[in-house]
């Protein structure tokens, strides 16, 4: 049971360039999302998903889209990196019962 | 609209003292609290959480934390410090279960 997988786990980009984020969970859980953390402004919500097929926006959408095309999976994507979007990304998925988060690793961006 | 306030962003403690990390919430109805603690380069992990049951809670490694309505407060205390616990914790609030919202965080340092 390997919980919350990201992928990658550290990324350097230029401006402009574009790069998926990819979220695996293996607990079946309904509820995924997607934060960004920077210092001094604890996690910021980016989207978030409350099944298949479904997404909505959080609280610092713009510049980000996301899909989630199977229930295990929640992909993060910059169209076209700025430097304000060098951050560490966290995905955390939920269930509909226990209303607990669980995190992975997290991925360092760093947009140059 | 929710929100969450960590009061300190910076706690240090001798080892062995109480630890006492403050955490104050707005919402609108009763809500779930929950508090995680990160380790350095590592994801959130949850150390216990609120769900309109008992006001006491009891989280992992000796934590606990209370919830006040009339307060609307969420303090997480530990009655002794060990260098173990030194780490940053964020509050977290949710009104209905699937949308989370984070404080900025607080910084523990245990002093030998």
């Known amino acids: 049971n390997a919980g919350v997988t990201q992928t990658p786990k550290f990324r350097v980009l230029k401006t402009g360039q574009s790069m998926t984020l990819l979220c695996a969970q293996d607990?079946?859980?309904?509820?995924m999302y997607w934060y960004r953390q920077d210092p001094g402004m604890g996690l910021r919500l980016i989207h978030y998903?409350?099944?298949?097929?479904?997404?909505a926006k959080g609280e610092v959408p713009d510049g980000y889209n996301v899909s989630r095309l199977k229930k295990q999976n929640f992909l993060l994507g910059l169209e076209s990196a700025a430097p304000s979007q060098t951050s560490v990304y966290f995905c955390a998925s939920s269930s509909l019962k226990l209303y607990e988060q669980y995190f992975g690793p997290g991925t360092r961006l760093t947009v140059t | 609209a929710q929100s969450v306030t960590q009061l300190g962003s910076h706690v240090s403690v001798s080892e062995g003292a109480l630890v006492l990390l403050r955490c104050n919430y707005s919402s609108s109805v009763p809500p779930y609290l929950f508090w995680y603690v990160q380790y350095p380069n590592q994801g959130l992990q949850l150390l216990l959480k609120y769900t309109s049951a008992a006001t006491l809670v009891k989280g992992i490694n000796g934590f606990e934390a209370e919830f006040k309505k009339s307060e609307t407060s969420f303090h997480l205390t530990k009655p002794s410090a060990h260098m173990s616990d030194a780490a940053e914790y964020f509050c977290?609030?949710?009104?209905?279960?699937?949308?989370?919202?984070f404080g900025t965080g607080t910084s523990l340092t245990v002093i030998p």
């Open positions: 607990m079946n859980h309904e509820y």
């Open positions: 977290a609030v949710s009104e209905i279960g699937n949308q989370f919202y």
């Open positions: 998903s409350v099944g298949e097929g479904t997404t």
